[in-house]
């Protein structure tokens, strides 16, 4: 068949249509992936703007901005959609689009899944944002430690729209997780041994198992939470034989492993940029590795460094202490390979590039105040002070906000066909990095002072407004720098230069394919033979049958898990609403559950099972088979 | 590298004509739901042992009595059998029996909430939910296995109206196998509630 009969077959069978239908009832990773992206990005301008009004209250001593309820909801609505809703989909947003163009299938294992997943994280996020807006906020902080989060002290909606969005936002992350894992573990491109794969995989692969293992634990104590607080049962009262410490044992189980979920896509993503702007392969290819592997593994076993200050055993406090350190050995590893990288290529000095080494740098700074704080007595001196505020901002700013800016310009091209502008947003990178360091550094110095967090103001004999006042201006620096990137992604959107396939002269799969990419993406699956397939010239196996063409149906190539030997052809699934409506009649359910609906959250189950059967019955796909 | 591209196509299985229909992905995912499911299981359980923790007794007053969770752990077990019965029989082809034993399995699990119900009944004499955290926590464990139960039932609902059990080129691949994994465990659930709940709390020393 020539290449061209066989791209239009594969374009029939695979293009979504540019109807309201197909917006709704998309199923391609292309799509969902961008989808998450742009909901991810909105919610860190939500945010970012409450974190903005808490600033703007700090900047002098006895502010009165803000009732001290307000500014309560504030801190806890910013943490949690920083937390929750930016920085974990944001980064599943990248893994969404490029695990299947990486791994050189043509879509995710389970599309109609994926489908299923942005929708529930979004309705899922409209459900905690009622909150808010009904006027019943949550007002517990990030992680609502009991007994503040009962019924006697917090009366209401409000940690109920916590829990049960948190809840179902969960469901919507262990199913990106499985999707993910089904897709790296089983369709990777022929050849692509595991021991070839992009680092970006090894990091989704790392945090999509922590998921699995982890979100139960917030599950659970969300439910515990809901039972305690609308049915009095007793899970964390004392005087009935709870234990408050039940939440933070639970909360922080699946605490800790989570700040590896929203950190480890990000370092897997600086493993990709770095070396492509270094010209040249990653050093320590398996170090890197298994060093993420083993950030998930050993993830597990320091959450008590969270609750270092409640009492207990020293054996307990040395054991977790140590686990705590010997994490900070495995992102040395990585971090030595980067540089190594750097100092043994020649270096491109682009936006990403910048990005990427502006995150490295924070991300040291932030590492070591982390050391600092994990060695004991250190911590019972630091704890609730701004110098945890400084170190979880230098953390995640560094290890998150920065690499996805690092992705963004290095990825958008290949997203939108067009280049953003280098000049703009070199500008933007070094307004924001100021801005960062001059808006967060004196946290540190502020919270040595002895200044808390999480209160609405200070006193004005305490000496602490000067600092604040340069704090706030260089919040509202980043902020800025953060807008000029905004206005270039619009800008370049009309104006860019065109990209092409490679504008970067990269060596993963995904630049193989026009920008943006091809419904089906590629012609013929392609075969992997090294870890770099398009820096290293090697004889592409031959396909005189065109049996990796594929173009008689939705279908894929299904490899084995360690060596990708070719097994079998997977049939995709057409376009469906059904996703989507379960996602919706899911939304309903826990909305019902808030306002105690017991009759619509029956009706709303029953429609959800009967929409899982629809979604599961035997349906033909698009083609012949 | 000529082996890159030759896919092993057995003659009797569904195929594209060159390639093999792949037909795991069912498993892989009720594999990785199980293990998620298991995790839950395994912190409700920490949780009971995280609030017995500073107890003097645990279960509080006398533990749980052990005829009924035994009898349901009995109906649960064979039905587990009945339904690897069905995988054999699916793998023999004979379909019309396999549905059988769906069916003889949901009749099963209604069986096992039955009894629950009744041992509900009976606890509830002494223990609900709101009289303390033991209370709390012994009624969310069983409680949450019962949803499994239910949800395992459905599944088996949805099996047994479902046209094909065979080897079938379009997509769900194996549902017999996919149920089945799901309600073995369970199953396996119900043995480690009976153990940890039920049993070990009758050997407890209390000192004196």
């Given at each position: 068949m020539s290449t061209l009969a066989a791209e239009e077959q594969l374009t029939r069978l695979w293009e979504t249509p540019k109807t309201i239908y197909g917006w709704f009832a998309s199923v391609d990773h292309k799509d969902l992936g961008i989808r998450y992206l742009t909901t991810a990005f909105i919610f860190l301008i939500i945010g970012g703007v409450e974190a903005l009004i808490m600033r703007l209250q700090l900047t002098h001593a006895n502010g009165a901005l803000l009732t001290p309820e307000a500014y309560n909801e504030l801190f806890s609505m910013h943490g949690i959609t920083m937390i929750f809703w930016y920085a974990s989909p944001i980064l599943s947003g990248f893994s969404v689009y490029l695990v299947p163009l990486m791994t050189g299938?043509?879509?995710?294992?389970?599309p109609r899944l994926n489908s299923f997943t942005y929708w529930s994280f979004l309705f899922s996020g409209i459900l905690l944002y009622i909150g808010p807006f009904t006027g019943q906020a949550p007002h517990a902080g990030w992680f609502s430690y009991m007994p503040y989060t009962n019924i006697v002290y917090s009366p209401g909606h409000g940690m109920d729209f916590y829990a049960l969005s948190l809840i179902m936002l969960g469901i919507s992350t262990t199913g990106a997780a499985i999707n993910f894992i089904a897709t790296i573990l089983f369709f990777r491109a022929p050849g692509m041994a595991i021991s070839k794969m992009p680092l970006f995989l090894y990091s989704t692969l790392t945090i999509s198992c922590t998921i699995l293992f982890a979100m139960p634990a917030l599950t659970l104590a969300c439910v515990f939470l809901e039972l305690e607080r609308r049915?009095?049962?007793?899970?964390?009262?004392?005087?009935?034989?709870?234990?408050?410490l039940l939440w933070q044992q639970l909360f922080w189980f699946f605490g800790h492993p989570w700040v590896y979920v929203i950190f480890l896509p990000a370092t897997g993503m600086i493993s990709i940029i770095i070396p492509v702007f270094s010209r040249r392969p990653i050093v320590g290819y398996p170090y890197v590795a298994m060093s993420t592997v083993l950030t998930g593994v050993v993830g597990f076993s320091v959450w008590l460094h969270h609750m270092f200050t409640v009492g207990m055993s020293d054996l307990t406090m040395s054991f977790f202490s140590a686990g705590s350190m010997m994490i900070s050995l495995f992102t040395t590893i990585t971090i030595f390979a980067w540089l190594a990288t750097v100092w043994k290529g020649r270096p491109v000095v682009t936006t990403s590039m910048l990005y990427a080494l502006g995150s490295v740098a924070l991300l040291v700074i932030g590492g070591l105040s982390g050391v600092v704080a994990g060695i004991i007595p250190v911590d019972w001196q630091l704890h609730n002070t701004y110098y945890v505020v400084a170190h979880i901002h230098y953390v995640l700013i560094g290890a998150n906000v920065f690499p996805v800016f690092a992705g963004l310009y290095f990825w958008l091209p290949k997203m939108t066909g067009r280049m953003m502008d280098e000049r703009i947003g070199k500008w933007s990178f070094w307004v924001m990095f100021v801005g960062f360091n001059v808006g967060f550094f004196p946290m540190h110095i502020v919270g040595l002072m002895g200044m808390p967090r999480r209160i609405y103001t200070y006193a004005?004999?305490?000496?602490?407004q000067p600092m604040n006042e340069v704090m706030t201006f260089g919040a509202f620096l980043f902020g800025v720098g953060m807008l000029i990137s905004i206005v270039n992604l619009f800008y370049s959107l009309r104006h860019g230069e065109l990209a092409g396939n490679n504008p970067w002269n990269a060596d993963g799969l995904e630049w193989a394919m026009s920008s943006p990419p091809p419904d089906y993406e590629v012609v013929r699956i392609p075969a992997v033979a090294t870890r770099h397939p398009l820096w290293d010239t090697f004889d592409e196996d031959e396909d005189p049958g065109d049996?990796?063409?594929?173009?008689?149906?939705r279908l894929c190539i299904t490899s084995n898990m360690l060596d990708a030997v070719p097994q079998a052809a997977a049939t995709m699934p057409n376009l469906s609403l059904v996703p989507m409506f379960l996602a919706l009649a899911l939304f309903v359910f826990f909305l019902a559950l808030v306002y105690q609906w017991m009759w619509v959250c029956l009706a709303a189950l029953i429609l959800t099972f009967l929409l899982g059967c629809t979604w599961l019955w035997p349906r033909p796909i698009k083609g012949h088979l | 590298m000529s082996s890159l591209a030759t896919p092993p196509v057995a003659p009797e299985t569904p195929h594209t004509g060159v390639w093999p229909i792949e037909a795991n992905r069912g498993v892989y995912g009720v594999t990785m739901v199980i293990l998620t499911e298991a995790t839950l299981f395994v912190c409700l359980f920490g949780s009971y042992y995280f609030l017995g923790a500073?107890?003097?007794?645990?279960?509080?007053?006398h533990p749980p009595k052990l005829a009924k969770a035994f009898i349901m752990l009995g109906i649960l077990f064979a039905s587990s059998l009945v339904v690897m019965w069905g995988e054999r029989l699916v793998e023999q082809g004979r379909y019309r029996l396999a549905r059988g034993a769906v069916f003889t399995t949901i009749l099963m699990g209604l069986v096992f909430l039955a009894v629950q119900a009744f041992e509900y009944k009976e606890h509830w004499k002494t223990l609900t939910p709101l009289t303390d955290s033991y209370g709390s926590i012994f009624y969310t464990i069983t409680t949450f296995h019962a949803a499994h139960v239910i949800m395992g039932l459905l599944m088996l609902g949805y099996l047994s109206i479902l046209p094909d059990y065979g080897?079938?080129?379009?997509?769900?691949?194996?549902p017999y196998h996919v149920v089945a994994l799901y309600w073995h465990f369970v199953d396996v659930i119900w043995f480690f509630v009976v153990l940890l709940l039920y049993v070990i709390p009758h050997f407890q020393f209390y000192g004196f």
């Open positions: 299938a043509r879509d995710v294992a389970y049915w009095g049962m007793h899970f964390f009262g004392s005087a009935s034989g709870g234990s408050p004005a004999n305490l000496g602490l049996l990796r063409v594929l173009s008689q149906a | 500073d107890k003097y007794r645990w279960a509080v007053d080897p079938t080129q379009l997509p769900p691949h194996r």
